[in-house]
């Protein structure tokens, strides 16, 4: 590519700045995301210590039951029905039952 060029000049300076906004809320979404299942980590580890009663939001569907074990990227649940595993990722609430 020839560099000097007034137009090109001109089209890879937007290029390079538009790149560069990407990459930037690429990285605030990835940390956002880091800091929201770091913190819901650290939430069903004290459910977990407590032993308290839970309900889990996952798509739509709710699951009631006390968090048993928190691996890196899931939980495992024991419900009325029995043993759940559940991913970190999946969930969309918990409260306290």
């Known amino acids: 590519m020839n560099q000097d060029h007034p137009d090109l000049v001109e089209i890879d300076r937007h290029i390079r700045?538009?790149?560069e906004r990407v990459l930037r809320?690429?990285?605030e979404a990835a940390n956002l995301n880091r800091r929201r299942r770091a913190?819901?980590?650290d939430?069903?580890?004290d459910f977990e210590e407590r032993r308290d009663p839970v309900v889990i939001s996952?798509?739509?569907t709710a699951i009631a039951g006390v968090v048993d074990n928190v691996g890196v990227d899931?939980?495992?649940l024991v419900s009325a029905s029995g043993p759940v595993i559940?991913?970190?990722g999946s969930i969309d609430g918990i409260r306290l039952l």
């Open 39 to 41: 913190s819901l980590r």
């Open 58 to 60: 996952q798509s739509g």
């Open 86 to 88: 559940i991913a970190i």
């Open 25 to 27: 809320a690429e990285q």
């Open 43 to 45: 939430r069903l580890i």
């Open 74 to 76: 899931h939980i495992d």
């Open 17 to 19: 700045h538009h790149l």
